[in-house]
């Protein structure tokens, strides 16, 4: 614009016609300045051509970094996170597999611990007597065979001995050294070895449970396997008892402990299944996070049939493929906090 003023100063009339001179500096001015707007416009176009175009064609625009969209918090993407190996591995990250499983499907089952009737005995005196001494107390460990006491019988005045019939624990004495024994039990002697779930089986369930199906037994303990013994009756009750043989040898299982148990009624295989704890919900979709290198990306799933450890997957994923399926959570925070930051 100072070029133009410039020359309106240039052509500012020295006449004494002074009209004629500004409207013939007017129109001068005018032409010059659509010629100036003309040619800005044109070297515009220009710049953006050469903005907007390649050699080749290519569209670019001045937002590109050339990082693979990768933004500040090193994501290639909204759902993908990227972490080194080592650290995956102090923090626990686990990858499997995607491939074929064979599922169980199982119904929910409770009831409670017992001691079989064959594992508890009570013991009395064979011939009313005096009791001369004793040899066990509640808590004491006793094999088949073990004396238990020693009693001078009434009638013949001479002194027996009275046995553990089986191997077990004290539970229950009533004996002490000179008292007259009656009928009552002396000792009760309990074997803990093994136990019984008695599990309850409600009539919408019954038709699915059978003897010699596998079941596992939730306790506060643990988990325990084992199949079903017997389906019997309950007196007075709407439901029958699975009664389920429980291995005890450690001790940890206690008669009267209220258990949960997984009674399995099928299996069936699929062609690719992933791990029940690597699946997270992001944006409203199920889905694992699969690992590219250092890159652990969110893959929406379509999932079908599971089981306690596994979901089979209809669709969203490939045979074999690397995918988190422990501690997946870790992955998802770290993501959603990405996001949070970015929002802000």
Known sequence: MKGLTTL?????????????????????????????????????????????????????????????????????????????????QQVGIVTANAGSQELHQTITVYGNLISGPEQLS???????GLVKSVQVTIGDTVKTGDVLAEIESNESLKIYKIRSPISGRVVQRHANSGEVTQDQILFSIANFDTVWAELRVYPAQQSSVAEGQSVHVLTTNGRVESRVKHVVPSMDSPYQLARVKLDNTKQTLSPGLIVEAQLEIGRFPV??????????????????????????????????????????????????????????????????????????
């Open 8 to 88: 309106f100063s240039y052509l500012k009339p020295k006449s004494k016609t002074p009209f004629l001179g500004v409207l013939f500096a007017s129109a001068f001015l005018l032409s010059a300045l659509a010629l100036n707007a003309w040619s800005e416009g044109d070297h515009k176009h220009e710049h953006e051509d050469h903005v907007d175009h390649d050699d080749d064609g290519h569209d670019h625009n001045e937002h590109d970094h050339g990082n693979d969209g990768e933004d500040e918090h090193g994501h290639g993407d909204e759902n993908s996170s990227r972490i080194d190996s080592d650290m995956a």
């Open 122 to 128: 009570h013991v009395r005196a064979r011939f009313e």
């Open 271 to 344: 062609s690719l299944a992933v791990a029940k704890d690597a699946v997270q919900n992001l944006g409203g979709r199920q889905g694992v996070f699969v690992k590219y290198g250092d890159e652990y990306t969110f893959t929406p799933l379509v999932l079908g049939r599971g089981d306690d450890h596994f979901y089979e997957v209809i669709d969203g994923l490939e045979s074999s493929a690397e995918y988190v399926s422990q501690n997946s959570y870790l992955i998802k925070a770290d993501i959603e906090k990405s996001e949070a930051e970015h929002d802000h």
